[in-house]
């Protein structure tokens, strides 16, 4: 079992940058896939980003490819998303999930979430 904790969402102007933070607790940090999705008011969840475990192999979706970044620290069992040059269309409650094996985008397969936390960008 592993639990999720997001933070770091709130309200920004169009150009901004903001940092969420993911605190995992649980089994062994290492051995999941940590991924961000997104969910914007009447639409379905998207994939954003992921990286592996041991090897940090990172992902992105290409709405967000180039000005997003994702990093992990596994001492401290923290995913991050670095967000710059936010556009109004990435406003959504972001999620942040675990899995094990390889990474994938549908977030169906993903087997723990966090339970979000919202981010405005006022256009």
């Known amino acids: 079992q592993v639990q999720l904790v997001e933070s770091g969402g709130g309200l920004v102007q169009a150009g901004d940058s903001l940092r969420l933070s993911c605190a995992a607790s649980?089994?062994?940090?290492?051995?999941?896939?940590l991924g961000w999705f997104r969910q914007a008011p009447g639409k379905e969840r998207e994939f954003v980003a992921d990286?592996?475990?041991?090897?940090?192999?990172?992902a992105y979706a290409d709405s967000v490819n180039g000005r997003f970044t994702i990093s992990r620290d596994n001492a401290k069992s923290t995913v991050y998303l670095q967000m710059t040059s936010l556009k109004h269309e990435d406003t959504g409650v972001y999620y942040c999930a675990a899995r094990t094996g390889w990474r994938v985008e549908n977030p169906t397969r993903y087997e723990y979430w966090g339970q979000g936390t919202k981010v405005i960008v006022a256009s």
């Open positions: 990286i592996m475990g041991s090897i940090s192999s990172t």
């Open positions: 649980g089994r062994t940090f290492s051995n999941y896939v």
